[in-house]
């Protein structure tokens, strides 16, 4: 059973370009969260979706960001107009959240990461 | 005020030592804990996950949860260099809800 995948692993784009990040949940994992990650700091939520829908997107700044997890396909992660304070370590973890009562019903397993450098 | 307080170290101890690490919240609503192990440019890896207050032991890993002090440990008996990592730990309110993490605490174990 594969683990959780991102790609690009590292992606580098000059100000003002778009920034696209996927992520593919594992397999029966129909939950997804990304997490933003910058250097000296913890994660940050940032949203949280299941298929085709938005559950929380709290964490997510109210310009430039947005997510969706198709049907069908990977998670997108998308930045617009990418600035050099977008530079950080983004992580998509997904979760089966498959209606079992108990602790582990929310485990969330995640990806390796992708690196944005933003110049 | 964070809703979570993690020392960021680095924490350095010889081969064989206990490890503890901690960290404390500020949100009573947290039940769910847990301590993730995030080596270098990688994703961080779940080590122990547990419900409200108490202690869990698997292997050389203890998770000790004290709500009433809103504070959690990790111990680490017999520390091996390959347990150098940075640790996180992570709390939610409940199934579903988003994880707030620390900001994570350098380990390195000298062989």
């Known amino acids: 059973n594969a683990g959780v995948m991102q790609n690009p692993r590292h992606l580098v784009r000059r100000r003002g370009q778009e920034a696209r990040l996927r992520c593919s949940p594992m397999k029966g994992h129909s939950h997804v969260y990304w997490y933003r990650q910058l250097p000296e700091e913890g994660l940050k939520f940032m949203v949280y979706l299941q298929k085709e829908n938005i559950i929380d997107e709290s964490g997510m700044p109210k310009e430039r960001f947005s997510a969706e997890f198709p049907k069908e396909g990977p998670s997108i992660l998308r930045i617009q107009q990418v600035v050099r304070g977008d530079s950080a370590a983004y992580f998509c973890a997904s979760s089966p959240l498959n209606g079992l009562a108990g602790p582990r019903a929310d485990e969330q397993f995640f990806g390796p990461g992708t690196r944005l450098t933003v110049l | 005020q964070k809703e979570v307080e993690q020392d960021p170290g680095p924490l350095s101890v010889p081969e064989g030592a206990i490890v503890s690490l901690n960290c404390t919240y500020s949100n009573s609503a947290f039940q769910y804990f847990m301590w993730y192990r995030q080596y270098s440019r990688k994703g961080p890896e779940l080590l122990m996950y547990?419900?409200?207050?108490g202690n869990k032991e698997d292997g050389r890993f203890t998770a000790q949860v004290d709500k009433s002090s809103k504070y959690i440990s990790l111990f680490i008996r017999d520390s091996q260099p390959s347990d150098s990592a940075t640790y996180l730990c992570a709390m939610s309110r409940n199934t579903g809800n988003q994880f707030y993490f620390g900001t994570g605490t350098s380990l390195t174990v000298i062989p």
């Open positions: 547990t419900y409200s207050s």
